[in-house]
């Protein structure tokens, strides 16, 4: 049994991906806002019948049009076509206004060190999450990313607090302690801002 609007076998994908492209140009020429499900429907088209150059060429071309929806259907087919993370990530940063889902596309692919100097291109460093950032250094098992890290937040306390500590609603305890167990000591990061 076939679902309603669920594309016939025998239609083959290409007819579907023309007459919805044209369908698209169409509303685009009279000022009719695209549904998303329209893009899915090509995007989806293109991937089952493993047209990822031509995927490709329709995201880079813009003739689908960014969107935050867009790009987290890209970032679920990574698996299938991995050019759908950059062009996803792409996608987030043209539209400028997805700065906390790109930080997060970065943490979960253990991008910490990118996640921070995105962070900090714009304006954000002193407002994200350090407990966020330290556990996804802490989870990707590289002793230098997460020192470099820690180090980047026990900076930004001292400039923000006067003082390297964590405050308390942060939940960085166990961070702290895992320093402290690779590295010894914290440093003072209050002599450094002088």
């Given at each position: 049994m076939r679902l309603p609007g669920a594309i016939p076998p025998s239609?083959?994908?290409?007819?579907?991906?023309?007459?919805?492209?044209?369908?698209?140009r169409s509303l685009g020429a009279v000022g009719v806002t695209v549904q998303h499900f329209l893009y899915e429907l090509v995007i989806?088209?293109?991937v089952r019948s493993r047209q990822f150059?031509?995927?490709?060429?329709?995201?880079?071309?813009?003739?689908?049009?960014?969107?935050?929806?867009?790009?987290c259907l890209l970032l679920s087919l990574v698996s299938v076509y991995s050019a759908g993370k950059q062009l996803s990530l792409d996608m987030l940063c043209r539209l400028n206004t997805a700065h906390d889902e790109i930080i997060e596309v970065l943490?979960?692919?253990h991008q910490v060190i990118p996640a921070l100097r995105y962070a900090r291109s714009v304006g954000l460093a002193e407002?994200?999450?350090?407990?966020?950032?330290?556990?996804?250094?802490?989870?990707?098992?590289?002793s230098d990313v997460f020192y470099s890290t820690f180090n980047f937040f026990g900076l930004r306390n001292a400039k923000l607090r006067?003082?390297?500590?964590?405050?308390?609603?942060e939940h960085?305890?166990?961070?702290?302690?895992?320093?402290?167990?690779?590295?010894?000591?914290?440093?003072?990061?209050?002599i450094q801002q002088t």
């Amino acid at each position: 049994m076939r679902l309603p609007g669920a594309i016939p076998p025998s239609v083959s994908s290409k007819l579907v991906v023309g007459v919805v492209i044209e369908y698209i140009r169409s509303l685009g020429a009279v000022g009719v806002t695209v549904q998303h499900f329209l893009y899915e429907l090509v995007i989806n088209a293109l991937v089952r019948s493993r047209q990822f150059y031509q995927l490709h060429q329709l995201l880079q071309y813009h003739v689908l049009a960014d969107s935050k929806p867009l790009a987290c259907l890209l970032l679920s087919l990574v698996s299938v076509y991995s050019a759908g993370k950059q062009l996803s990530l792409d996608m987030l940063c043209r539209l400028n206004t997805a700065h906390d889902e790109i930080i997060e596309v970065l943490l979960s692919q253990h991008q910490v060190i990118p996640a921070l100097r995105y962070a900090r291109s714009v304006g954000l460093a002193e407002t994200v999450s350090a407990r966020k950032f330290l556990e996804a250094a802490m989870i990707c098992g590289d002793s230098d990313v997460f020192y470099s890290t820690f180090n980047f937040f026990g900076l930004r306390n001292a400039k923000l607090r006067g003082s390297s500590a964590f405050a308390k609603g942060e939940h960085c305890d166990m961070y702290v302690e895992h320093f402290k167990k690779l590295f010894g000591e914290i440093p003072d990061y209050t002599i450094q801002q002088t």
